[in-house]
């Protein structure tokens, strides 16, 4: 894990791939303007909201103890609007035995193509996600999750990825999706405070 980040970390230096930060650095940084604009959208979802759940809320995929659940990092490639993820799952993502949960591989999919329609269309939702699993992940392995932008039609965002072993030999898993952006009018300029965020390279 640590040399393919170091990998990636040099592709970094031209500027070509950038490290993205993680969701809750990003979350946290505009969380009530963004919550706001969730609950406006949704006005009768978010009434039904439980307030004092909702501060102990906290992003599905770093809610694990560290090593036990999801640990990844993000790279993204303006030019060529894509995201590669550098996945490795740990025990307690465990489906079959020896093998990950394929609810747990959906998630860092959904994670990856789900970030890379964020940052190219702002505040989006999932409605589509189509997954073929092609052969099972072995428990704590490292994969690469490589998503790319397809499409984009009005408010509409189709993304595709795949989900390879390391050495690109074993084909785990494609998917396609359909994001639809929430904020045609482009309230928040989640591209720039995702960009803005990210870590030094
Ligand atoms: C900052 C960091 C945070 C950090 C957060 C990190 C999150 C990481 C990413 C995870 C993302 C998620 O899991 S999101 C959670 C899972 N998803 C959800 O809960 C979404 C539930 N669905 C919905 O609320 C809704 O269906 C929406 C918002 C997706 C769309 O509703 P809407 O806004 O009213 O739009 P609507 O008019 O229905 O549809 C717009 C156009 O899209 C088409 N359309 C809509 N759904 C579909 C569909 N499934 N398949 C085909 N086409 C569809 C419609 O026909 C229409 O086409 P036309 O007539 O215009 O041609």
């Given at each position: 894990m640590r040399l393919l980040f170091d990998q990636f970390m040099k592709k970094c230096e031209d500027g070509s791939w950038i490290h993205l930060p993680s969701y809750e650095d990003i979350a946290t940084q505009r969380s009530q303007d963004f919550s706001t604009f969730i609950h406006a959208y949704f006005p009768t979802a978010s009434e039904q909201i439980n307030k004092e759940k909702l501060s102990q809320g906290r992003i599905f995929t770093r809610s694990f103890e560290d090593g036990l659940g999801f640990e990844y990092v993000m790279f993204y490639n303006d030019a060529e609007k894509r995201i590669v993820c550098v996945f490795q799952g740990g025990p307690?993502?465990?489906?079959?035995p020896g093998f990950f949960h394929g609810g747990a591989i959906a998630t860092m999919i959904d994670a990856t193509v789900g970030m890379n329609a964020i940052v190219s269309g702002g505040i989006v939702m999932t409605a589509n996600l189509n997954i073929n699993f092609k052969r099972p992940i072995p428990l704590c392995s490292i994969v690469l999750i490589n998503s790319q932008l397809d499409k984009i039609e009005g408010r509409k965002l189709l993304v595709s990825c795949n989900v390879q072993s390391v050495d690109e030999k074993i084909l785990y898993t494609e998917a396609t999706s359909l994001f639809i952006k929430l904020n045609p009018e482009k309230e928040f300029h989640i591209k720039e405070l995702v960009l803005n965020s990210a870590p030094p390279a």
């Open positions: 307690h993502l465990q489906g079959m």
